[in-house]
């Protein structure tokens, strides 16, 4: 039986993507993933089968609301059945969007932040403590946590967890394995193919074919905004090929300051990592000298990012540790603001609280002054070399377009170009390719090895797909979870 319909449908949007006409059926039991490059129309077509816009000609029939509908309500918005997980569904809980990108690393405005059972009926935790289904998910190890001290990881597995509680018909999981160690995509995959037994229907988006779950059935790939295959997953043809042209990089045309005279970047000695009265780690030693690249490593949970706070100056905690930055003991008269000008820094955690409504160079140039905004001017030469770096991350279409209008993967590859606008002496990638199509993959990873190859550069990458690892990485740390 038909779930759903799109005959002859182009949506009503101010720009011009969308033009041909869509038409696409939905079978009940099928199981669909759109794939396609990035920008090329996935998520508005996710939010067309939510009923988020109007039609500008055809329709959308949405046969499994039918039995739904009676003489009292004739009108069914979709969106209250048809539901998303992604990377943005963490802004869907009133108590996240209070919170700010510094507050887990502030104890004394933690306290005020939820727990993580508050984001659960106590029915729903039951069945999360009861349920097989939910096992691989293993959310009772993270019940006694607050929402703000969870990994990217860590998130994902709750709101993949608390969208099938809610048992909506349909569910949209936006590259449903992104953030997640390698131990757990097994688990995560086999629990996607189990959906189905729960009565909801499930789809996905995915950049590459890679990334599609084992339970699909079906593809539908777009292309420029346009359907350029629609048909079983065994006729798909997944060319992935990248044609491997070397990108040219004047690394001169970026100013950059002068370096720190020292040859030791990181030290750290017998350091914790806790969260309350969880502690995370003890006892760790690691020193890293300039020129070297590092790649951190570890599982969900294990305080890779709380550890790269540290060296951010993100952290006040790390004033009481046995740290010390270019050469320099923290805590012995240096601002934030020294040990951050001489760092490039993203990961998942800043891109979640980076919520500015500004134009994409605007955020861009914001790496000048290390903030979350732009609340200073550049200069004439800064706004050159902020575009000159756009450009060479292929991005500069996005310079007028504002921050928060494009999809996860473009903001991305703003905070990417973020990072290296002041080309700095140290540069921290923590987790920053989520979502990347293959030609967007393989053109940042050619600039970081790039960089890498400038004298005395110096690289902390932290993933969880050894697809992304630059290169020129030539050392290893790995954490363990405690115990």
């Not at 270019?326 to 020294?338: A, K, L, Q």
């Not at 279409?397 to 905070?415: G, P, T």
Request: with cysteine; proline share 4%; aromatic share 10%.
């Amino acid at each position: 039986m038909p779930f759903l319909t799109i005959n002859n449908y182009r949506p009503r949007l101010d720009d011009s993507i969308f033009q041909k006409p869509i038409n696409w059926q939905i079978n009940e039991g099928e199981v669909w993933a759109i794939v396609g490059d990035n920008a090329s129309g996935k998520t508005t077509l996710a939010n067309i089968l939510r009923g988020k816009f109007f039609a500008e000609e055809g329709e959308i029939r949405y046969h499994f609301l039918d039995a739904m509908r009676t003489s009292e309500f004739q009108t069914l918005w979709p969106d209250r059945f048809i539901k998303t997980v992604n990377f943005k569904s963490a802004y869907s809980t009133d108590d996240f969007k209070q919170m700010y990108y510094q507050q887990r690393f502030h104890s004394t405005e933690v306290d005020e932040c939820p727990m993580l059972t508050e984001m659960f009926k106590p029915a729903q935790i039951e069945l999360l403590k009861s349920s097989p289904i939910y096992a691989s998910l293993n959310i009772n190890s993270l019940l006694d946590r607050r929402i703000i001290h969870l990994s990217s990881g860590e998130m994902r597995r709750v709101i993949i967890a608390k969208s099938l509680l809610e048992k909506p018909s349909m569910i949209i999981f936006d590259n449903p394995f992104n953030g997640l160690d390698v131990n757990m995509v097994p688990q995560v995959d086999e629990l996607l193919s189990r959906v189905p037994e729960m009565g909801i229907q499930t789809m996905f988006i995915c950049p590459t074919a890679s990334q599609i779950p084992s339970c699909v059935t079906n593809i539908l790939q777009l292309s420029n905004c346009a359907v350029s295959y629609c048909g079983s997953i065994e006729h798909f043809d997944a060319d992935e090929k990248v044609e491997n042209e070397p990108i040219d990089i004047d690394w001169d045309r970026i100013t950059t300051i002068e370096p720190c005279s020292g040859n030791e970047v990181v030290r750290f000695r017998d350091i914790e990592i806790s969260y309350g009265q969880n502690i995370v780690q003890q006892h760790l030693d690691w020193t890293i000298m300039k020129g070297e690249k590092w790649a951190l490593l570890g599982d969900n949970g294990t305080g890779k990012s709380t550890l790269l706070s540290y060296i951010f100056a993100d952290n006040p905690q790390a004033y009481a540790k046995d740290i010390a930055l270019f050469g320099r003991e923290r805590g012995t008269g240096e601002s934030i603001w020294d040990i951050k000008k001489r760092i490039g820094f993203t990961s998942s955690e800043m891109h979640l609280y980076y919520r500015e409504p500004v134009s994409c160079l605007k955020i861009v140039e914001s790496g000048f002054f290390d903030s979350i905004g732009l609340y200073r001017t550049c200069t004439a030469q800064q706004e050159l070399e902020a575009k000159y770096v756009m450009q060479v991350v292929g991005i500069s279409h996005l310079e007028e377009r504002s921050f928060m209008r494009i999809s996860s993967a473009e903001q991305r590859l703003v905070l990417f170009a973020r990072t290296l606008v002041k080309n700095p002496e140290l540069l921290i990638l923590d987790e920053p390719f989520h979502g990347f199509d293959q030609k967007n993959l393989h053109r940042c990873l050619q600039i970081v090895e790039s960089f890498c190859r400038q004298p005395g550069k110096t690289l902390i990458f932290v993933t969880h797909n050894a697809a992304e690892l630059p290169k020129n990485i030539g050392n290893r740390f790995v954490l363990k979870k405690n115990g």
